[in-house]
């Protein structure tokens, strides 16, 4: 059974960094692209960032409204992704979702699995 | 950047037919995948490139994409349908995921 389980977030002053895990397991998480995916309070989803597989390249991507200021990366050998937030702002507050790619290609399409979220709130 | 845009509200009575549009510059020729929320709850894919269901989806649930328009389909709505639902596609001009704003399905 595919399971992602995102942990690391709580309550983090505006200015300072946080990383977010997204541990998996019951699929050979190399070879899938992942994603994270937030959601504010009472907002909508909104995408974050993904990154490919080793396979391809291990690119990754970044929404405008966070590149610079997050990164995501992956540990292949613990299944594991993470999310480095930076420069936490209070418009950071939200769910973050991490999601499993489909297909495990390069083109990234549709998103089949997904975590149960992990809460930032980023407050003075 | 591509934007997609979809009602905020839909209603639809028990055992009727919903109609959840998501709206994008030729998103014919994209590949549109729809998501299901309820509240509380992480997201769940219902169908993916434009028509097809993941396991355990009922059949209730379709797609389909064409010229500007994309739409999800849920025949026979049941209560447990209440939920929020988003569109979302890959654009590959960008290399970025979009996802519309959502409509919150209300069954009456």
């Known amino acids: 059974e595919v399971q992602l389980v995102e942990s690391g977030g709580g309550l983090v002053q505006p200015g300072r960094s946080l990383r977010l895990s997204c541990t998996a397991s019951g699929f050979t998480f190399g070879d899938y692209p992942m994603i994270w995916v937030r959601q504010a309070p009472g907002k909508g989803l909104e995408w974050v960032g993904f990154?490919?597989?080793?396979?391809?390249?291990?690119?990754?991507e970044y929404a405008a409204s966070v590149k610079g200021r997050v990164t995501i990366s992956r540990d292949d050998s613990k299944s594991i992704a993470y999310l480095q937030m930076n420069s936490l702002k209070p418009e950071d507050t939200a769910v973050y979702y991490c999601?499993?790619?489909?297909?495990?290609?390069?083109?990234?399409?549709?998103?089949?699995?997904w975590g149960q979220g992990t809460l930032v709130t980023v407050s003075s | 950047s591509y934007v997609l845009t979809q009602p905020p509200s839909v209603s639809v009575a028990p055992g009727q037919t919903a109609r959840i549009t998501c709206g994008g510059n030729?998103?014919?020729?994209?590949?549109v995948h729809w998501y299901q929320q309820k509240p509380g709850q992480a997201p769940a894919l219902v169908v993916y490139?434009?028509?097809a269901r993941p396991s355990g989806i009922p059949e209730r649930f379709s797609g389909s994409n064409s010229e500007n328009t994309a739409t999800l389909t849920i025949s026979r709505v049941e209560a447990g349908d209440e939920a929020d639902y988003y569109c979302?596609?890959?654009?590959?001009?960008?290399?970025?995921?979009?996802f519309g704003g959502g409509t919150k399905l209300t069954v009456l």
């Open positions: 990154i490919r597989s080793k396979a391809y390249g291990g690119t990754t």
């Open positions: 490139d434009d028509a």
């Open positions: 979302q596609v890959w654009d590959t001009f960008s290399d970025h995921v979009v």
């Open positions: 999601g499993r790619e489909i297909g495990g290609s390069y083109f990234v399409q549709a998103w089949d699995h």
């Open positions: 030729n998103i014919a020729r994209k590949s």
